[in-house]
């Protein structure tokens, strides 16, 4: 099978679609659909043009050779459809970064230690530890504690509460997180998935390999790996000794009050706080309380998605001074553009932008030198 019918084939899986959607959609005739994906027909004609526009992508994309992640761990509900494609732009995403930062020497190595095997608590703590945390220290930036520690960290956008985000430790390629920030699932979300893959790097980082692409497998080879990383990122955001102190020195306030007051100030989410709880508190139905207290004062029940006093973006990813997200990537690949390692228009092809923009985006960042 050639790569245009390979991707088209891929896209429409992902959109959830059939051939004979993109046919009444492109408005082709059969025959003529027939023969673009058995690669007939030159990249120029505009029945692939047609094609690309109904599954929303650059003409380019149904011609590409893919490159597979094949180090990754991939967190996702059983019969997620949208899978192979994710793995695709994740990867569009990930090797050029790779290539980048050897083109200019500015590869950045993993500072921290897989410990297999080890107490998801006390892995929990020694990572803090590595990481220039102190005992009672929010984690107020995520995404900027994953990069300096030679993390890359990515983001995808798919409408599914089915997939939360995955994990990559490539020995020759480095090492990613990427989380599904989509508007349905919660900051708190987005910040438990990042810690908890964190936790998968460190605690199961040799179990990434060709032969075990998916979480999926995984969970079926040995569920307990869920629970550690589950674990761990719940005691690397919210460490054992300052939860306690939290939670005695609150002893005047209601169960719900001393619930979100904690939630807040460790940006976690309210099930973090109350599984902590329960495992501190075995007998005592933390669950049932919190839930009869919220609907006492809210007068009405909390559904299962929904996050009490949610965080802002910007407790995932914070800005410069300048209001701005960081960008390594973005930065790699002005550096790579300036000094002629790379064309604009391959830069352009890299951070998924039109060629005009970015050249606005060249002209703006040597004027501002």
């Known amino acids: 099978m050639s790569n245009l019918a390979k991707n088209i084939d891929r896209l429409i899986r992902a959109r959830g679609l059939t051939d004979d959607d993109i046919i009444q959609r492109a408005e082709l005739p059969p025959d003529l659909y027939r023969e673009i994906k058995g690669g007939e027909l030159p990249p120029t004609t505009r029945g692939v043009e047609s094609v690309a526009k109904v599954l929303d992508v650059p003409t380019s994309h149904l011609f590409e050779s893919v490159r597979p992640l094949k180090h990754v761990r991939f967190r996702s509900n059983k019969g997620f459809g949208d899978r192979d494609q994710i793995l695709v732009d994740v990867g569009r995403w990930f090797y050029p970064f790779s290539d980048l930062e050897h083109m200019l020497n500015d590869h950045r190595p993993?500072?921290?230690?897989?410990?297999?095997?080890?107490?998801?608590?006390?892995?929990?703590?020694?990572?803090?530890?590595?990481?220039?945390?102190?005992?009672?220290?929010?984690?107020?930036?995520?995404?900027?504690?994953?990069?300096?520690?030679?993390?890359?960290?990515?983001?995808?956008?798919?409408?599914?509460?089915?997939?939360?985000?995955?994990?990559?430790?490539?020995?020759?390629?480095?090492?990613?997180?990427?989380?599904?920030?989509?508007?349905?699932?919660?900051?708190?979300?987005?910040i438990f998935t990042a810690a908890h893959e964190l936790g998968h790097l460190i605690l199961h980082g040799s179990e990434y390999g060709p032969k075990q692409p998916d979480e999926n497998k995984a969970h079926e080879k040995d569920k307990g790996t869920e629970k550690?990383?589950?674990?761990?990122?719940?005691?690397?955001?919210?460490?054992?000794?300052?939860?306690?102190?939290?939670?005695?020195?609150?002893?005047?306030?209601?169960?719900?009050?001393?619930?979100?007051?904690?939630?807040?100030?460790?940006?976690?989410?309210?099930?973090?706080?109350?599984?902590?709880?329960?495992?501190?508190?075995?007998?005592?139905?933390?669950?049932?309380?919190?839930?009869?207290?919220?609907?006492?004062?809210?007068?009405?029940?909390?559904?299962?998605?929904?996050?009490?006093?949610?965080?802002p973006e910007e407790a995932f990813r914070m800005k410069d001074r300048n209001g701005m997200y960081s960008d390594r990537l973005q930065e790699l690949v002005y550096k790579a553009t300036e000094q002629e390692h790379i064309t604009v228009s391959?830069?352009?092809?890299?951070?998924?932008?039109?060629?005009?923009?970015?050249?606005?985006?060249?002209?703006?960042?040597?004027?501002?030198?």
């Open 110 to 190: 993993l500072k921290l230690k897989v410990m297999p095997s080890g107490d998801p608590r006390k892995v929990a703590r020694s990572v803090r530890t590595a990481l220039g945390l102190k005992e009672s220290e929010p984690i107020n930036n995520i995404c900027g504690l994953l990069e300096s520690a030679g993390i890359r960290v990515g983001e995808v956008n798919s409408p599914s509460k089915g997939f939360f985000g995955l994990s990559i430790a490539d020995p020759q390629n480095g090492y990613a997180i990427v989380t599904n920030t989509w508007k349905g699932i919660s900051v708190e979300r987005w």
């Open 228 to 311: 550690e990383a589950d674990s761990f990122a719940g005691h690397f955001l919210l460490p054992d000794v300052t939860f306690d102190k939290e939670w005695d020195s609150s002893g005047d306030l209601s169960l719900l009050e001393r619930v979100l007051r904690i939630k807040k100030k460790f940006k976690v989410s309210y099930q973090t706080v109350l599984y902590r709880l329960g495992q501190k508190h075995p007998n005592w139905n933390v669950w049932g309380g919190f839930h009869f207290e919220y609907k006492r004062v809210h007068g009405k029940a909390l559904s299962r998605t929904t996050e009490p006093n949610p965080l």
């Open 346 to 369: 391959r830069a352009a092809e890299i951070l998924s932008i039109p060629l005009r923009e970015m050249y606005s985006l060249l002209v703006s960042k040597a004027n501002s030198k």
